[in-house]
């Protein structure tokens, strides 16, 4: 069964605080996405993966970074948290060609920045 | 930038009415997705559609993608509670990123 597992399920972290959020995949998927989930906003790309060490930016990516040091792992930095980045957190993968490709996504982090 | 718009935003009904949810773009896709997300877990995939005026069934759920690859839709027929969630449409830019609607958050009434 093919699965994305994202590390936490709910964090709760200080506005200033760096918060790794991690993000492991097994189905050898060349595209890991990381998006952010909110009311009325929907999903918003954050950062975009389509191989190891190569990262490009999405719509939002103030206040972010990403790392991909292996091809099953993509990581997403909070370089210094604030509460406007409280969210839903949603990591995803999918195959790397173009046309019809299905994400598989991760069951989420909801992040909570006081 | 290519938008997807979904409407409506909200929808609640009857159990057994039938309902149509849309997803529209001034853009052409190669692909058009749908995905079903139920509270507290990621959204997964009920479907691709690929081809300009595509059908495609799943049991209740109707999808269709537009002749010009513009929009699709989605018709429950006899909506029952367990179709309850937010109803996501996504497609693949020319960037091989996935990019998504708002969606549409339906709730159906026993």
């Known amino acids: 069964d093919v699965k994305v597992t994202q590390s936490s399920r709910y964090l709760v972290k200080r506005t200033g605080e760096k918060v790794f959020l991690e993000c492991v995949q097994d189905m050898d998927h060349e595209n890991m996405f990381w998006y952010r989930q909110d009311p009325g906003l929907g999903l918003r790309l954050i950062y975009f993966s389509y191989d190891v060490k190569m990262k490009e930016k999405g719509d939002i990516p103030e206040g972010y970074s990403v790392s991909r040091e292996k091809k099953e792992r993509f990581s997403l930095i909070l370089e210094s948290a604030s509460t406007n980045q409280t969210s839903m957190y949603l990591c995803?993968?999918?195959?790397?060609?173009?046309?019809?490709?299905?994400?598989?996504f991760g069951q989420g982090t909801r992040l909570t920045v006081v | 930038t290519q938008l997807l718009e979904q409407s409506p935003q909200f929808l609640s009904i009857q159990e057994g009415e039938n309902l149509t949810v849309y997803c529209n773009s001034s853009?052409?896709?190669?692909?058009l997705q749908w995905y079903r997300q139920e509270p507290g877990e990621g959204p997964v995939l009920l479907v691709t559609v690929v081809t300009g005026g595509e059908v495609k069934k799943l049991k209740r759920l109707t999808f269709q993608f537009g002749d010009a690859r513009k929009d699709s839709s989605l018709h429950i027929t006899a909506a029952q509670p367990g179709d309850t969630g937010l109803y996501l449409c996504a497609g693949l830019n020319r960037d091989d990123k996935i990019i998504f609607g708002k969606g549409t958050r339906l709730h159906i009434l026993p």
């Open positions: 995803a993968s999918s195959l790397g060609y173009s046309g019809n490709t299905e994400a598989f």
């Open positions: 853009s052409v896709f190669s692909s």
